[in-house]
C-alpha cells in the first residue's frame, strides 16, 4: 500500500505540502521568527527582507509569523469541520441505507433539503445569523458538509448489504445493528474516507472566504482569509500583503487533493 502510495510523483508532493503545513502548527512558537500579533507602526507595509521574510503588513505586523500561526487556525477548522460532520454523514447515510424505507426516505429527503442549497451559501447564512466568529464559521460548515457523507455512504451500503458474506450473517442470527457496524460498514467507509481526505482543503478554503467577507475569524486574528480581506486596499503598494496569505491558501487545498488522490489509489479496488 505504501509502494502503491508513493508511486506517484505528484502523491509525494501533496504529502510533503500537508507535512509542511503540520509542522507549521506544531511548531508554531520555534518557527516564527516575530509576534504575529506585534504592531509597529514605523515598520509598516516594509517589503521581504532578512528581518522580515514576507514583508510587514498595514500595521507593521511579520506577515511570515501570521501565515505560521495561520496554519494553526486553519488546521483546526478543516479537522474539526471533516471530524464533525464525517461521523454524522456516515452513520445516516448507513441507517437509510441498510434499513430502507421510511427511514431512507426520511433521512434521505432531508438531506436532499440540505443538498438543495449551495452549500457556500448556506453556510454564509448560517454564519451571519450566529455572528462573526471562527466557532460559528466551523458549526456553519459542519452544518453544511455531512449530507455528503450521507450520500456516499448510503450508495456503498447499498452495494454490499447484498453480499453473500451479509447473508451469512443474518443467516446465523446476527443482530441487524451489529450486521450494519461490523460487517458493511467497515467495507463500504472507504470511498467517504477518500472523500474526507479531499475536503480538508475545501473547508481551509471556505473558511477563508468566509473569513475574507467578514463572517469568520476578525482582526487581528492572523487567519489566512482575514489577512487576504485586510490586504485588498494596499494590494497595489504592497503586493506581498496579499499574494503569501493567498499563497498559503493555495499550497494548502493542493496539498490535500493531491494526497487524496493518492489515498483514493490505495483505498479504492476499482484503482488496482
Known amino acids: ?33 516575530h509576534d504575529p500579533l506585534e504592531v509597529n507602526i514605523t515598520n509598516k507595509l516594509q517589503p521581504p527582507s ?9 500595521v507593521g505586523r511579520d506577515i511570515f509569523s501570521r501565515i505560521v500561526y495561520g496554519s494553526r487556525i486553519s488546521l483546526k477548522i478543516g479537522l474539526l469541520v471533516v471530524l464533525i460532520s464525517f461521523p454524522i454523514g456516515t452513520i445516516l447515510g448507513a ?16 438531506t436532499d433539503i440540505f443538498l438543495s442549497f449551495p452549500g457556500i451559501i448556506l453556510a454564509m447564512s448560517i454564519a451571519a445569523a450566529l455572528g462573526p466568529s471562527i466557532e460559528n464559521v466551523l458549526l456553519a460548515l459542519a452544518v453544511v458538509w455531512w449530507p455528503w457523507y450521507t450520500r456516499i455512504v448510503r450508495s456503498s451500503v447499498l452495494s454490499i448489504k447484498s453480499s453473500e458474506f451479509i447473508e451469512a450473517s443474518r443467516a446465523i442470527g446476527a443482530n441487524p445493528f451489529r450486521i450494519l457496524f461490523k460487517d ?35 482582526p487581528p486574528s492572523p487567519e489566512w482569509g482575514a489577512m487576504l480581506s ?26 490535500f487533493n493531491l494526497l487524496g488522490d493518492g489515498l483514493r489509489d490505495v483505498l479504492d479496488p476499482k484503482q488496482r
Open 230 to 255: 485586510s490586504s485588498r486596499e494596499i494590494l497595489r503598494e504592497a503586493w506581498w500583503a496579499a499574494t503569501f496569505p493567498g499563497l498559503a491558501i493555495l499550497f494548502t487545498v493542493l496539498g
Open 1 to 33: 500500500m505504501l509502494r502503491r502510495f508513493f508511486a506517484s510523483p505528484l502523491t509525494v508532493i501533496g504529502f510533503v505540502f500537508v507535512l509542511v503545513l503540520l509542522v507549521l502548527a506544531l511548531f508554531s512558537p520555534q518557527i516564527a521568527t
Open 95 to 110: 441507517i437509510a441505507g441498510y434499513f430502507g424505507g421510511v427511514v431512507d426516505q426520511v433521512i434521505m429527503r432531508m
Open 50 to 58: 532578512d528581518e522580515h521574510i514576507f514583508g510587514t503588513d498595514e
Open 184 to 218: 458493511i460498514l467497515p467495507n463500504s467507509i472507504a470511498p467517504a474516507s477518500i472523500q474526507a481526505s479531499l475536503d480538508l482543503g475545501f473547508v481551509i478554503l471556505a473558511a477563508a472566504g468566509l473569513s475574507f467577507i467578514g463572517l469568520g475569524a476578525q
